[in-house]
Structure formats: C-alpha cells, structure tokens
C-alpha cells in the first residue's frame, strides 16, 4: 500500500475524445509526477508538478496537461485522444526518506479504440 | 536525447539459477534507481545507487552502480518463483527519472 490512489482504474475512449485522470496522495506530498507506460515498456516521464506549478517535462505534445490543486491531488488531461495514447497511466510521489524513492499509484489503464 | 537501456528485454531461467539484467545510460546519472514490477501491478522501490562504483546488496539481490555512472546491474542469486516479474532502472537527471526498458524474469519452478 503506497497511499497514492488513482481514478479510474480503466476506461475506454474513442479517438479524439479527450480524458481526465486522478491521482490523490496520503501523505499530501507537495510533489506528483505522472507517467505513461505503454505494453512491454518502461514509464515514461511526462511531466511533474511542485506546489501546484508545473517544473518539469517529457518529451509529450502539449496536448497532455495537468493540474495540481491546493491539497496536492492532480489530474493529467489528454486532449485529441490517438490509438497510441492507449497505456497506463501511473502518477507517483517521492517518499519521506532520503532515498527520494517513488511511490506509484496501481495506474489507470487507458483504451483508445 | 536521455536513454536508458536495459538487456536482456526477456530472462526465463529455471528456479534456482542466477539471473542479471544491465543498465546503460547515454548520459552520466547523479543517481540511479530499480524497481520491480509484478504483471498487472505497479513499480516497487527496490534501492538507490548515488556513488560511483557503489555495491549493495538485500538478501539475494546485488546492485551495482558503474564508475561512470552510466551503467549498473541487478544480480539475483539462486532465483525463486517469487523473483518473477519486470525489472526497471531508473536514471535521474535533474529532476526527472529516466526508466529503462526493463527485463521480464519468468522462474521455471
């Protein structure tokens, strides 16, 4: 249990729809990064948010935003859904400790059809 | 631009053998991470790597960071059903992890 809850566990979308996910930490950890991992690959960063200010990006079009609230929960958007946006979508953490590990929410699994 | 890149993308060793996945990067890290991945799970911190050519080890996994650090290892010794899963780096740089592509382990009871 890493205390980072996200919503929805799965959906299905169709092309061009566009689609919002969540992500709420226990800790209230003023950090959350989100990830894409697509089928047989590693995750990918696509980008982190500070004290509700975005500081840091991956190598994703601007059509993936996010926002984080005053109680450092986030929701990563995706606009002009594309068959190659279908993956799991993590957000993480960083832990307490000085290990600066990350604790991943269990994902939402996206379908594009 | 940043890649990290793990071998072999598939081990399936026989429960008992010795299992090792490798990590390159194309850049110098400041440090690097692994976690593993259960299939249809999420990744789980296993350890952090800072200094260069630093070796730790948890019961019967050994972690190596290069003198360069831009590569390491994860050595499993005497593998159980238990190991199985996908095993990623993570590189950082800055403020973002790179992950690498990961290594599929299947132990064969």
């Known amino acids: 249990e890493t205390g980072v809850t996200q919503s929805p566990t799965h959906l299905i979308k169709t092309r061009g729809q566009q689609v919002t996910l969540r992500c709420s930490s226990q800790?209230?950890?003023?950090?959350v990064s989100w990830y894409q991992q697509a089928l047989g690959q590693g995750p990918q960063f696509i980008f982190q948010?500070?004290?509700?200010?975005?500081?840091g990006r991956g190598n994703f079009p601007p059509r993936f935003s996010g926002l984080q609230f005053p109680n450092y929960s986030s929701e990563l958007n995706v606009n002009a859904l594309e068959l190659d946006d279908s993956a799991l979508y993590l957000c993480?953490?960083?832990?307490?400790?000085?290990?600066?590990?990350?604790?991943f929410g269990e994902g939402s699994r996206l379908t594009v059809l | 631009g940043q890649q990290v890149m793990q071998i072999p993308q598939y081990q399936h060793v026989q429960e008992g053998e010795d299992f090792t996945t490798y990590c390159n990067s194309s850049?110098?890290?400041?440090?690097i991470q692994w976690y593993k991945q259960r299939p249809g799970g999420h990744p789980v911190f296993l350890i952090q790597?800072?200094?260069?050519?630093e070796v730790k080890k948890q019961k019967r996994l050994t972690f190596q960071f290069g003198e360069a650090k831009k590569n390491s290892s994860l050595h499993i010794t005497a593998t159980q059903t238990t190991d199985v899963g996908t095993y990623f780096c993570?590189?950082?740089?800055?403020?973002?992890?790179?992950f690498g592509t990961g290594t599929s382990l299947t132990v064969i009871p």
């Open positions: 800790s209230g950890h003023n950090t």
């Open positions: 790597l800072v200094k260069s050519g």
């Open positions: 948010y500070y004290r509700e200010e975005e500081n």
């Open positions: 850049t110098t890290l400041s440090n």
């Open positions: 993480a953490t960083p832990g307490q400790g000085p290990t600066g590990e990350l604790f």
């Open positions: 993570a590189g950082r740089t800055g403020n973002q992890f790179y």
